[in-house]
């Protein structure tokens, strides 16, 4: 258990823990949803007789009651996005072994190679590190809860890497929600934890039925890649990608960064310009989750542009931050092609 983290296996009034415990690891997947399930009727009902069980959010804020106002409403699914840059010593190292050239100049090099021979300079995530890590949570019914960037301002690799996977599992493991993150985000996630030490035993389930595997690519209760929904798990691909998408629905895309910036960005320091560009990714990739829940069926057309409204609503009172101004500035409001009933 790392430091910080509540010790919620020996916690013997967290019924729901004992339970899932019971369980072969191939079904803690299933059980995890059935938690939460149990959770909401027992909010709603609560039991005639004995205690309540005490879910993961309320014995935090017993520990830790600075926490009860951020987790007063349960997280349900995590919309994130992350943004990188090529790590310079290990481009120099591994690329360049037998040459004298600095490490910055070695990116460089090697972004020229990829240029010249695939047409673009982007630099395989083996070789890249996180420098924003932006998260949305987001409740059961598809509301915008927080929206939080890991490790603001300092930005550490090591500690954003360790903050997302812990929130994770803290969170009771819910949903994550990306656009693109199965061939990019998740991949990079997986490497920094591998390179930094940290333990994501049950996002591996190793011991579990590989179908119910988190991991498992069609597991969309674990991960719910948007991309892979719009294009019918890679049967095609959307040209434009999650620009285009949000654009369909009246939402800004992309502004003044592009993602093939980051780089020179990061070398010219400027890390805040950075995490803004990924905090509206985020805001992005979350409306079209709630456009995509219409189109899944979960949620109707006139849930998702009441939710849509209150998200705005959220992002005018919290104007004086820069990256929720520049959003704002770039709003479209989707017109409906349906006649007024």
Aim: aromatic letters at 12%.
């Amino acid at each position: 258990m790392r430091s910080g983290l509540v010790n919620l296996e020996s916690c013997e009034t967290y019924h729901h823990r004992t339970f899932k415990r019971c369980l072969p690891a191939g079904q803690r997947a299933v059980a995890s949803h059935i938690r939460f399930a149990l959770e909401h009727l027992l909010t709603k009902y609560p039991p005639l007789i004995g205690p309540a069980p005490v879910s993961p959010q309320l014995y935090r804020m017993k520990k830790h009651p600075i926490m009860a106002g951020k987790m007063s409403q349960s997280v349900r699914y995590l919309v994130f996005d992350i943004e990188s840059v090529a790590d310079p010593q290990l481009v120099s190292k591994l690329k360049y072994p037998h040459e004298e050239i600095e490490p910055n100049e070695a990116v460089r090099k090697f972004r020229d190679e990829l240029l010249e021979k695939s047409g673009s300079d982007f630099i395989p995530y083996s070789y890249q590190l996180p420098v924003s890590v932006v998260v949305a949570k987001v409740a059961a019914d598809f509301r915008l809860i927080d929206l939080v960037s890991l490790d603001e301002p300092h930005f550490r690799p090591h500690v954003m890497i360790d903050k997302f996977w812990r929130g994770w599992h803290v969170y009771g493991q819910p949903t994550l929600v990306s656009f693109n993150g199965r061939g990019f985000d998740i991949p990079l996630l997986e490497l920094a934890a591998f390179r930094y030490g940290v333990a994501i035993p049950l996002w591996f389930a190793i011991k579990a039925k590989t179908y119910e595997q988190p991991r498992n690519r069609y597991n969309s209760e674990a991960h719910l890649d948007l991309c892979e929904i719009l294009t019918n798990y890679g049967a095609t691909r959307i040209s434009g990608g999650l620009n285009l998408v949000a654009n369909l629905i009246g939402k800004p895309g992309k502004m003044d960064v592009q993602g093939d910036m980051v780089q020179d960005l990061y070398e010219q320091g400027e890390t805040e310009r950075i995490d803004n560009y990924c905090r509206c990714d985020v805001l992005d990739t979350y409306f079209v989750f709630l456009r995509t829940s219409v189109l899944t069926g979960q949620l109707s057309l006139e849930q998702e542009q009441t939710i849509v409204g209150e998200t705005k609503s959220w992002l005018q009172e919290r104007r004086d931050h820069p990256a929720y101004r520049m959003y704002l500035d770039g709003w479209g409001d989707w017109v409906s092609p349906w006649p007024e009933q």
